[in-house]
């Protein structure tokens, strides 16, 4: 299908390039959700690439207990060494992509603003130069290769690094990441630690965005009271509609608000349906209902796109991001979105968190 109008979209997640056949980003990857045709094809002009240090022993496919309460064993601590050494090579994949010309790595809001409008239809297809090319902001998932110190951070910083999770779900010297239990509350544990305090304070005076996905409730509070930027959750949905731990309050949601943050909402099923199934065999409104909870309880300029594409399973009407127009046409023949309210939720709301945190 082709789509002659395609809404510019900057995604808040994926895993794409931790993903075994991230050398087929550029050209195409059978299977995968994310590379640049499939962006192309879906009007997928930006989007935060996820630099996430796997925990081998971890599998996504959640277990039963006897009571019904599905539980993922909490993985352990990645030593900081290991993770140091896994960063360094992923993060080389996005910087190799950029010298390729294929990518632009983000490192200002005017980086943001041209890869929207070089959107192809406004384009010249055969343009050469970064404002044809999409953009990548490059992110920490997990804050485990940052040192006590926080000297590799200014390292990153240099690189190009501009957002961080100081936690995935696991512990760390930082914080504790919220386990996967469904169903259950966010408010699994302890806080952020002193170290994770320094963490979000040096993050905000260099101009990296702190993204709250993964962590628990008690840390969520630490970071949104600390007031050092808007509360970013980059891949998330509602507790009230599916009670999975990884899932945000309401009140979680009010504090997004109140400080002019966002919820990317994730497209992982096992966060969207009430049985916290995780199949690709997931009715599209399943997505479409979080996200319109959302836009109503803390309204449109507080809700954006957080797919987790290539992390997580999807229902297969948005199942790659040449799927993208699927998701926004379902949305507008909601009734719910406006032109402009979707140009939000796709584009803009992102663009002002940014710019927010980037100064
Ligand atoms: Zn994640």
Redesign the pocket.
Known sequence: MAHAHLIPIFDG?N?ALTRDDHAGIATGRPGGAIDLPKMAAGGMRGGMF?V?VPSHDFSSDMVPRDDGVIEQRMPPEIPHQQAATYVLAAAGRLFGLERAGQITVARTIADIDAAKAGTPEGADPEGAGSASAPVAVLHF?GAEAIDDELEALETWYAAGLRSL?PV??RPNRFGHGVPFISPSSPDTGPGITEAGHRLVRRCSELGILVDL??MNEAGFWDVARAELGPVVV??AAAHTLSQAS?NLTDRQLDAVKDSNGLVGV?F?TQFLRRDFAHTTDTDLHELVRHIEYIGLQIGLEHVALGS?FD??KVPDAVRDASCLPVLTAALKAGGFFSDSELELLCWDNWRRVMAAWWR
Do not use: C, K, M, T
Request: glycine share 12%.
């Open positions: 997640h895993d996820a996430y998932e999770g995935w779900s996905a993964h980059s891949h990884r994730v992982a987790d992390g997580a």
